[in-house]
């Protein structure tokens, strides 16, 4: 619909600027033949005149002829004279007439040869005016001497003109048909191309209407892609954020059942511990019993000093009873510290009295190396003793069947961190564990003595410390246990 009212313009205007074209060129033929016409006048002017001049220059020479022969003087000689009158006329008319400037030097030549003439006619006329009518004829020798030479003259200067008229009349012609047959040429020419035009124009107008029909369709496809992306994006992202929501419960549920887990280890480890415990305070207990017994015997005997020193070893006894529940209270305490500076030293006594009774019970050596007191690392300090118990603990499961019982503990400064190194002289870590020993459940150890949790929930502490948990069997024999955290410096 549309490209066909385009293409109706486009020939409106085409036709319109062929007719304006047309007529422009036929105008102009128009107006060159007119010109062509009115110098075609000049010429016919130029020649009558011409004709005229030369009709009255032989007048001239009949009239000289004429009195010659005997004729009426005055009557001839006045027309002779008027003659003269208009043919100066008539080459002021001619004059006018011409216009090229060969013409012009054509006219002017013969203007002087016929005045000339004529001049020596009127002159020589003059002359014979007293000569008797019948012996006028005697002139005429001398005449024919010198007019004749004059009138020829002047004649031929008359054919110079007509002749250069022709000449004129026929280039003009020429020039004329030539202009046209140009003209005409130009039209078609012109014609074939606006035609060319107006077909190149149509096909490239038919082209930019395919390239915007294939244009447009492309848009309309990439729309289309766009909103199903966005439909697609739309929906992952809601997928997403579902994803999100499940993983943040996900991470959630971790969380609890990781701090649960801490707190099943902690309290395996405390049943585990148990028995030890149990001998630890029952040991006790039972010398208690028996010093209060005691006490009650020397009291009822009088022997107040004895009895005195008795009840100060119970007295002694119950701290270090009171002292042992409360480590473990401490111990099975669930809610973790914030992290903040701890004293290596304090961490160490304490997960080494947690473990006494066993290692008093095997006879192990647990040989702390002497290190900077004062050295402090960022940890949580129950769980950190947690760890320090776990490693402890492994490593004496490891010694109770050695005959080289002995815990190695070093402590070292490598700015800005601190490794504290647990090593023994136990069995060494099975090499089949190895590859997955900080992994849940993973144990060597009798059912009913290890559940593998201890390493796995050690790891993941010190690794929420910001620190490293590695293991290693040195080519001395044994285990190595290396902790790697920051250093906490105060002020
Ligand atoms: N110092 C060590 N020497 C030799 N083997 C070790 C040592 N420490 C750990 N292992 C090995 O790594 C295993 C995993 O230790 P982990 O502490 O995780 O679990 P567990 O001691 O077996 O049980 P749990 O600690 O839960 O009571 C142990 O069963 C043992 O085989
Ligand atoms: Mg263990």
Redesign the pocket.
């Known amino acids: 619909m549309g490209i066909n009212r385009n293409i109706a313009f486009l020939g409106s205007v085409t036709i319109i600027f062929v007719t304006l074209a047309a007529v422009v060129a036929l105008w102009g033929i128009y107006s060159l033949n007119n010109a062509f016409i009115s110098l075609h006048q000049y010429e016919i002017t130029t020649k009558i005149e011409t004709i005229k001049i030369f009709r009255d220059v032989n007048y001239v020479s009949r009239l000289t002829r004429n009195i010659m022969l005997g004729s009426d003087y005055d009557d001839d000689m006045q027309e002779l004279v008027a003659i003269a009158g208009t043919i100066t006329e008539s080459f002021d008319t001619l004059t006018r007439a011409t216009r090229s400037a060969i013409d012009q030097k054509l006219v002017k030549q013969a203007r002087i040869d016929t005045a000339a003439f004529v001049d020596n006619c009127i002159e020589r006329m003059k002359r014979i005016k007293d000569v008797p009518a019948d012996q006028r004829n005697n002139a005429y020798k001398n005449y024919r001497k010198v007019a004749t030479p004059l009138a020829m003259k002047s004649r031929a200067s008359f054919r110079a003109i007509i002749q250069n008229a022709d000449l004129r009349f026929d280039m003009g012609n020429k020039q004329f048909e030539k202009t046209i047959y140009r003209t005409l040429i130009i039209i078609v020419v012109a014609g074939i191309l606006i035609a060319v035009f107006f077909q190149l124009s149509l096909r490239r107008y038919k082209e930019r209407r395919m390239e915007e029909a294939a244009l447009r369709k492309a848009h309309q496809r990439l729309e289309q892609r766009i909103a199903e992306r966005t439909a697609d994006l739309v929906l992952t992202n809601s997928t997403l954020l579902e994803k999100i929501k499940a993983l943040k419960t996900t991470e959630h549920i971790l969380r609890e059942s990781r701090d649960n887990a801490v707190q099943a ?1 902690k309290l ?2 405390l049943g ?1 511990m148990s028995a030890g415990i149990s001998h630890e305070i029952s040991h006790p207990l039972t010398a208690i019993h028996t010093f209060t017994d005691n006490a009650t015997n020397l009291l009822e005997r009088g022997d107040v000093p004895e009895a005195l020193e008795n009840l100060g070893i119970i007295s002694r006894m119950t701290d270090r009873i009171g002292a042992i529940v409360a480590e473990i209270k401490l111990f099975s305490r669930k809610s973790p510290d914030k992290k903040q500076a701890i004293s290596i030293v304090n961490a160490l006594n304490h997960a080494s009295m947690l473990v006494e009774p066993q290692r008093r019970q095997l006879d192990v050596i647990l040989d702390v190396q002497p290190f900077q007191e004062t050295l402090q690392v960022w940890a949580e300090v129950v769980r950190f003793e947690q760890v320090l118990v ?1 490693l402890l ?3 004496l ?2 010694l109770s069947e050695q005959s080289n019982k002995r815990i190695t503990v070093t402590v070292t400064r490598h700015e800005p961190e601190i490794h504290i190194v647990i090593s ?1 002289t ?5 090499e089949e ?1 190895i590859p997955r ?1 900080f992994e849940s459940f ?4 009798p059912s009913g003595q ?7 929930i050690s790891h993941m502490i010190i690794t929420e410390f910001g620190g490293k948990l590695t293991a290693r069997n040195p080519d001395a024999g044994g ?1 190595e ?1 290396t902790i790697v955290l920051k250093e906490a410096i105060d002020g």
């Open positions: 280890g395996a480890v585990q776990n603990r492994n490593s499961d490891a023994d136990g069995t060494g870590i099975p564990v020993l993973v144990t060597t150890k290890g559940l593998g949790l201890g390493l796995a285990a246990f």
